[in-house]
């Protein structure tokens, strides 16, 4: 604004010059007075106009940003810094990023500030895109570092630039590329594929439940046979020859009968010849041969 000022004053000096070169008559005298009055009282008021200016520019660099405690002059520095030093790094070519980050010759001295600072572009490159413009800045400061932070938009998303500086050198430490803040489609797109993926997974778990519920008949059929492997094998006993039947001795019944075993004495004694006197009857058993009677 002040160049375009400068000239105008300029441009009107000139006009002075010219209009009192110019000869005429009386009226011709008037009108060039009148015009140089004009022109002059312009000429005051343009000098004003940039004079006040150059005051509130002058003022307003020597202003004190509350937030950060530095200048406006200092910060509108910063910021143009770290503006021109994006623009130096997004426009290296593929070949001079790779010529830089692994150079050649042995000769070729890296920086490790600005190698870092290619290598983080190189890295951002494919996500964020070609670098398109400068949205805005923002300056922090700490003890040791001043931080500009810088959003700028690349052809695939919006991404931030942090360069970071030492407070006492004031060289440049890092410059470092991310992703920025997302659109709101990309936003819903990242929602839409997060809720998609959700639905997936709980519908595969149901399914897993459910097929699981239904072997429960038989694990418990897998569980038995496990058991049974690894119970130890017995020997096969051949069943025990059955015990042959006793022979039971059948005891008659001894007759209880006087008369019976008087009768029976009486024919002993007559087949021997012998006198009753001589043998008691005890018992009388059956002879399964049929022999007779046995005493």
């Not at 993926?197 to 778990?205: R, S």
């Not at 059929?221 to 049974?228: H, Y």
């Amino acid at each position: 604004m002040r160049k375009f000022k400068g000239f105008l004053v300029a441009a009107a000096a000139a006009a002075l010059l010219t209009f009192s070169m110019v000869p005429a008559g009386a009226e011709s005298e008037t009108e060039t007075a009148a015009a140089v009055t004009e022109i002059a009282e312009e000429t005051e008021a343009a000098a004003a106009e940039a004079a006040e200016e150059t005051e509130a520019e002058t003022a307003e660099a020597a202003a004190v940003d509350p937030t950060t405690g530095l200048l406006a002059s200092d910060i509108a520095t910063l910021q143009s810094y770290a503006e021109g030093m994006i623009s130096q790094i997004v426009a290296l070519t593929d070949d001079q990023v790779q010529e830089y980050l692994n150079p050649s010759s042995v000769l070729v001295t890296k920086q490790d500030n600005m190698t870092a600072s290619i290598q983080s572009w190189a890295d951002n490159k494919g996500t964020l895109g070609e670098f398109q413009n400068v949205n805005s800045h923002e300056v922090r400061v700490n003890d040791k570092s001043l931080i500009v932070e810088t959003h700028a938009a690349f052809a695939n998303q919006e991404g931030v630039v942090t360069t970071t500086l030492n407070r006492d050198t004031l060289n440049m430490e890092s410059m470092v590329f991310s992703t920025g803040a997302n659109s709101f489609a990309q936003d819903m797109k990242e929602a839409a594929l997060n809720t998609l993926m959700g639905l997936c997974i709980v519908f595969f778990v149901l399914v897993f439940l459910s097929f699981l519920i239904s072997r429960f008949a038989y694990i418990a059929k897998l569980e038995e046979k496990f058991k049974n492997r690894k119970a130890p094998k017995q020997p096969v006993s051949t069943p025990a020859a059955a015990p042959a039947p006793a022979v039971q001795e059948v005891e008659e019944e001894v007759v209880d009968d006087g008369e019976l075993i008087a009768v029976i004495a009486a024919a002993i004694a007559a087949a021997e010849g012998t006198s009753t006197d001589g043998f008691v009857v005890r018992s009388i058993r059956k002879s399964n041969r049929n022999r007779g009677l046995r005493v």
